[in-house]
């Protein structure tokens, strides 16, 4: 199979992939495979792939036909401003994601002063590198914590992408604010989390998530809140007054989350829809 493809140039690979799973996954395959992106895998279109790279394309190829998320694949996936590297240690960062990073980077625009945050149950680093790479870089320090050293270790691999930006950024491993200093408490502006939240049993959770990403990073008890019960309880002790807690919820638990935050003192609690309507998150104020 490789004999017979060396030496078809890149359109021609990408068309006969695009036949099989679509033209922008077919691309990014190739650009992958050619070890070149954008502009430059343009101009390489009508090159022909060496062996080397057609052996690496159908070696993508036989993970996808064997049902493996393309992001694992690919070995990298965009989240807002970053190309961030994805593997089985780490959840794929989602597009609602980059919406409750978007709702953390707005409630700290009128924030002056030293900003300090948490990304609590960093994974790949989706949040909490975002939050470095958004915020005034002259100013912030974003803590991202996991119970995964797996996962810290991708976070830690892609902080490396991040630039100037990085020297912000703190990596701390233990659950949840246990990996925090103690003499942090009570000085947090901005707590953040995308918790496990997917009920153990969930019958609606498709194989593909069931199969590839991390257990511990989808599961969170019997109805799905026991992450959120921790993050929820904790946040009052560990923000600032008139600090903000962020998270990422199913879109069955608003009730559950708007109860728990109340329960735990915190104000102004709010829960936002996502861009496909879903309430997907939650927002609430430790009072001044
Ligand atoms: C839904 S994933 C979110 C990953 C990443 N923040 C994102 O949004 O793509 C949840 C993360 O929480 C971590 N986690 C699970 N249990 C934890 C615990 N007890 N303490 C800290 N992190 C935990 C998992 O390892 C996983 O990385």
């Not at 119970?147 to 491993?173: E, I, M, Q, W």
């Not at 879109?251 to 997907?280: F, H, T, Y």
Request: glycine share 10%; net charge negative; with cysteine.
């Amino acid at each position: 199979m490789v004999e017979d493809r060396a030496g078809v140039t890149w359109r021609v690979l990408w068309q006969q992939l695009a036949d099989e799973v679509g033209r922008p996954p077919a691309r990014w395959l190739c650009e992958t495979a050619s070890g070149c992106d954008g502009a430059e895998f343009l101009a390489e279109l009508d090159r022909p792939a060496t062996a080397r790279m057609v052996a690496h394309l159908d070696s993508m190829v036989v993970r996808l036909r064997a049902g493996e998320p393309l992001q694992y694949v690919l070995g990298r996936w965009g989240f807002r401003r970053l190309d961030l590297m994805v593997d089985r240690r780490v959840l794929i960062p989602r597009p609602e994601t980059e919406e409750v990073v978007e709702t953390a980077v707005r409630l700290m625009a009128d924030r002056a002063g030293v900003l300090r945050a948490a990304d609590l149950g960093c994974g790949s680093g989706a949040i909490g590198l975002s939050l470095a790479a958004e915020l005034p870089v002259d100013r912030t320090e974003v803590w991202l914590t996991d119970a995964s050293t797996d996962a810290l270790d991708v976070a830690r691999a892609n902080a490396a992408g991040l630039g100037r930006a990085a020297v912000n950024v703190r990596f701390a491993a233990g659950s949840w604010y246990d990996a925090l200093p103690a003499d942090l408490a009570g000085g947090f502006d901005l707590l953040v989390s995308n918790p496990p939240y997917v009920a153990d049993e969930a019958a609606d959770l498709e194989a593909i998530v069931r199969d590839h990403e991390p257990a511990l990073a989808l599961f969170g008890g019997p109805d799905g809140l026991d992450a959120l019960r921790v993050v929820v309880a904790g946040a009052p002790h560990w923000l600032r007054p008139g600090g903000w807690l962020v998270c990422e919820i199913g879109s069955s638990q608003a009730a559950a989350v708007r109860a728990l935050a109340g329960d735990a003192g915190l104000g102004e609690v709010e829960i936002r829809a996502d861009a496909a309507g879903l309430d997907r998150i939650a927002v609430a104020r430790r009072p001044t």
